[in-house]
C-alpha cells in the first residue's frame, strides 16, 4: 500500500464509524461477497431500481452491472448533490440510529451527498457501487484532511477496518475509477473535435414513395421516388433564445391529379424541395424571449405556425416527416396565408382559475417580398399578411384558439401560398386565386380578411381528436373578382397505437374552396387521409397512408384520386 494510501488510515474514528453507518445493509462481513439490492419506487424524476443480486462482486460481468446501474441513476436527474448540513434532508430525524454518525460525516468531513430532492434514504439497502462511490469521495476527503494535518491518530482496530473496506471494494473503486478517466479522455476529445460550443445540428431526410390512382390521375402519373432533406442548425447564445438556420434540398414534385394550379392532395415533402436537390436556406429565424413575452424574428421563409399554436397533435409537425402525409391534414389552411420575413410576439396574460388555465395572445406580422427593394415590394408594399391569435388551455386536455389573418396580395398572387406568392400549398385553383376578374380573365391586387377557430381535445393518453374551421372573405380592387373560401377538417389520432411511438390517425374535410366562382365548380372537394408511422428505432420511422381526393377543381365531373405513399423518415 504506498504511503498516501497508509497515511489516509490516519483519521478519526468518528469517520470510520459514520462510513459504516451509512447503510446497515451497505457492507457485509469481510468474507462475504454477495448482496441483494432492494426494490424502491421513487418519484417521477428518479429512475425505479430493479431487485438485483449480486453474487461474486469481483467478477466482470456482475461489475459492468453495477457500474451501469449506478450510472443510468446519475442520466435520470438523480445525480448526487453535495451538502453541507444534515438538515437538508428531509428523511433524515435526530431519532433516527445513525443520526450523530450521518451528521459529523456531513458536516466535520463533507464527503457525504444527498439527492436532489433533498433526501438521504438511508432506510433502503445501497448497491455495491454506491457504497464505493461514498467511500471514495471519503478517501479522498481523508487525504485532503492529512495533507493539511488536520487529521486525528487512531486506533490500529480502526485502521485494519479501513483496510479491509478498501480491498472489500478493491474492484469497484478501481472501476470506478476507470470509468471516470474513460468519460474524462472521451470529454477531451469531444471538446477538441466539436462542431460548436453554442449550436447543434438537428437533420431530417425523406425518402418516399407514391404513386395516384384513379381514372384521370393514374394515366397522368408514374410511381416515383421523391426525397427531401433538411439540416437545422441550432444555436443558441445564452441557453433560452435559439437562432435556426435550416439547409433544404430535395426533388420531390407535386403529382398531376388532373387540375392545373389546384394543389389538392399536396404532400409535407412537397414543400420547401428545390425539385433538383440543390440546396437553399429555406429557413432563417430567431426565438427569444423578452420579459414575459416570446418573440419569434424570421429573416427568411418565415410561416405563421412557426409561432402561433395550430392545436393539431400528431398531425402537425411543421411540414416535417412525422405527422401527416398531407399539407391539408397538417394545420389549419388559414395558416398558409402569407409567410416570408417578419416578426411576432406571444404574451402570457390572466392568472387562470379553475378548470380554466393562464390564456396567451399571439400576434405576428410576415411579408413575401421583404427582400425586394423594387415600387410595390419591401416589408410593407408587398405581399403581407397579420395575424392576431387568442389561445385558451382548458384543463389538461382541451386546447383552443380563435384566429384572425389580414393579407394584402399582389396581382396574380395565390392565397394559400405560405409566402411563395404564385405556388398555392392548399386549396383548389379557384378558391387561390383571389383577385382573378370572372368575366374577362384579368388579374388585379386584392386583400382577405379570415377568421379561424381551432381545438384539440385528448380524452385520454391514447386518444387525440383535433379540428379547425376556417372562412376568408375575399375582397378584389376590380370588378367580378370577390368571393368566399371556406375549409374545415377533424382528425383522429391513436398515439401509441400497436407500440410506443407509432401513430394511427385519420383526418378527413373540406380543402379551402369558393363557390359560385366559376360555372361548373361548385361542388365541395373533400379529402380524406389515413396513415400509419411506425416507428422502428428512435431515428427511423416509415409511413404508409392512403389520401383520397373528390371533385377535383370543385367539379363533381373530375374523377377521384388516390394516392398513395409510403414515406421513410430518418431523425438525427
Not at 193 to 212: P, R, Y
Not at 327 to 356: D, H, K, M, V
Request: charged share 15%; net charge negative; proline share 4%.
Amino acid at each position: 500500500m504506498s504511503n498516501i494510501l497508509w497515511k489516509s488510515l490516519v483519521v478519526s474514528p468518528a469517520v470510520l464509524g459514520a462510513t459504516l453507518l451509512v447503510s446497515a445493509a451497505a457492507i457485509a462481513a469481510p468474507t462475504t461477497t454477495t448482496e441483494v439490492s432492494a426494490t424502491e419506487q421513487q418519484t417521477a424524476t428518479e429512475v425505479v431500481q430493479q431487485p438485483e443480486i449480486f453474487a461474486q462482486a469481483t467478477k466482470e460481468t456482475n461489475v459492468i452491472n453495477q457500474v451501469n446501474s449506478y450510472s443510468n441513476e446519475g442520466t435520470q436527474n438523480t445525480s448526487l448533490s453535495q451538502v453541507t448540513s444534515v438538515s437538508q434532508f428531509s428523511d433524515v430525524q435526530p431519532t433516527d440510529w445513525a443520526f450523530q454518525a450521518l451528521q459529523s460525516l456531513v458536516e466535520r468531513y463533507g464527503c457525504i451527498a444527498g439527492y436532489p430532492n433533498a433526501t438521504y434514504r438511508g432506510n433502503r439497502a445501497l448497491t455495491r457501487y454506491e457504497f464505493a462511490a461514498g467511500l471514495n469521495a471519503c478517501l479522498d476527503r481523508v487525504n485532503e484532511l492529512i495533507a493539511t494535518a488536520t487529521a486525528d491518530m487512531v486506533t490500529r482496530q480502526d485502521l485494519a477496518t479501513l483496510q479491509r473496506l478498501q480491498e472489500e471494494f478493491s474492484a469497484e473503486l478501481a472501476t470506478l475509477r476507470g470509468r471516470v478517466d474513460s468519460l474524462e479522455a472521451r470529454t477531451a476529445e469531444l471538446e477538441a473535435n466539436q462542431f460548436s460550443t453554442t449550436t447543434k445540428l438537428v437533420g431530417e431526410a425523406i425518402f418516399a414513395v407514391t404513386d395516384a390512382f384513379g381514372d384521370t390521375a393514374g394515366d397522368n402519373n408514374n410511381t416515383v421516388f421523391q426525397n427531401r432533406v433538411r439540416l437545422d442548425l441550432q444555436t443558441s447564445f445564452t441557453g433560452r433564445d435559439v437562432l435556426h438556420t435550416r439547409l433544404a434540398s430535395g426533388n420531390a414534385g407535386n403529382l398531376n391529379l388532373g387540375n392545373p394550379g389546384g394543389a389538392e392532395g399536396n404532400q409535407t415533402f412537397n414543400i420547401g424541395s428545390t425539385g433538383d436537390n440543390n440546396v437553399n436556406i429555406d429557413w432563417l429565424s430567431y426565438y427569444v424571449p423578452v420579459g414575459p413575452a416570446q418573440v419569434y424574428i424570421a429573416a427568411t421563409g418565415g410561416i405563421h405556425s412557426d409561432y402561433a399554436a395550430t392545436n393539431n397533435p400528431y398531425f402537425e409537425d411543421y411540414d416535417g416527416g412525422n405527422g401527416a402525409l398531407s399539407a391539408f391534414a397538417s394545420e389549419n389552411p388559414i395558416y398558409r396565408i402569407g409567410g416570408g420575413a417578419g416578426i411576432a410576439f406571444t404574451l402570457p396574460f390572466g392568472q387562470g382559475g379553475g378548470i380554466l388555465r393562464p390564456s396567451s395572445l399571439t400576434v405576428g406580422y410576415l411579408g413575401s417580398e421583404a427582400n425586394n427593394p423594387n415600387p410595390g415590394a419591401g416589408i410593407f408594399d408587398g405581399n403581407y399578411a397579420a395575424l392576431g391569435q387568442l389561445n385558451f388551455s382548458v384543463g389538461d386536455r382541451l386546447a383552443l384558439a380563435a384566429t384572425y389573418v389580414h393579407g394584402y396580395h399582389g396581382a396574380g398572387s395565390t392565397i394559400f401560398d405560405a409566402g411563395s406568392r404564385t405556388n398555392p400549398i392548399v386549396g383548389t385553383s379557384i378558391a387561390n386565386r383571389g383577385g382573378l376578374d370572372r368575366v374577362n380573365g384579368t388579374s388585379s391586387p386584392f386583400a382577405t380578411n379570415s377568421y379561424g377557430v381551432s381545438a384539440a381535445f385528448r380524452p385520454s393518453d391514447r386518444l387525440s381528436v383535433s379540428g379547425f374551421v376556417s372562412y376568408t372573405d375575399v375582397n378584389g380592387f376590380a370588378a367580378n373578382d370577390s368571393s368566399e373560401v371556406w375549409s374545415y377538417g377533424v382528425g383522429l389520432a391513436l398515439p401509441d397505437f400497436g407500440k410506443r411511438g407509432n401513430v394511427l390517425g385519420i383526418f378527413g374535410g373540406a380543402v379551402p374552396y369558393a363557390l359560385n366562382r366559376q360555372t361548373g365548380s361548385n361542388e365541395v372537394p373533400y379529402q380524406v387521409e389515413g396513415f400509419y408511422k411506425y416507428r422502428v428505432s428512435d431515428n427511423i420511422s416509415v409511413t404508409p397512408g392512403v389520401i383520397w381526393v373528390t371533385n377535383l377543381g370543385q367539379n363533381s365531373n373530375n374523377n377521384d384520386a388516390f394516392i398513395g405513399t409510403l414515406r421513410t423518415t430518418f431523425s438525427f
